[in-house]
């Protein structure tokens, strides 16, 4: 998919309010900030979900759609458009809110 490239320097939220931490093992960056790849599971910190009367926060965050034509030792690059799953364990929660990017960098 294509759009703007997500970095370490991105702001994503689960939907409940949660911040995701974003680290990588990827050591390509861009105007400082490493470029976030499919392949990352962000720990999400802050999330208030309830189910019910039970606490059942965000836990991590996984991802799918990543760039189509940009990839870092084979991997996908995280694009504007891709979809993160935000969860407690194996329990989906919603999607990850990307609030925002690092403009200059864009992938195809």
Do not use: R
């Given at each position: ?61 996984e ?11 084979g991997?996908k ?32």
């Open positions: 998919m294509p759009g703007t490239a997500l970095t370490t320097a991105s702001s994503i939220m689960c939907p409940h309010g949660g911040q995701a931490v974003l680290k990588t093992s990827n050591s390509v960056a861009t105007a400082g900030a490493a470029i976030l790849l499919e392949s990352d599971v962000h720990n999400v910190i802050g999330c208030t979900f309830y189910n019910g009367s039970n606490y059942s926060p965000c836990l991590t965050i991802w799918k759609a990543g760039a189509n034509a940009v990839t870092v030792n991997t690059v995280l694009v504007k458009s891709s979809i993160g799953t935000c969860k407690n364990g194996q329990i989906i929660q919603g999607v990850a809110l990307i609030n925002s990017t690092q403009l200059p960098v864009t992938a195809q």
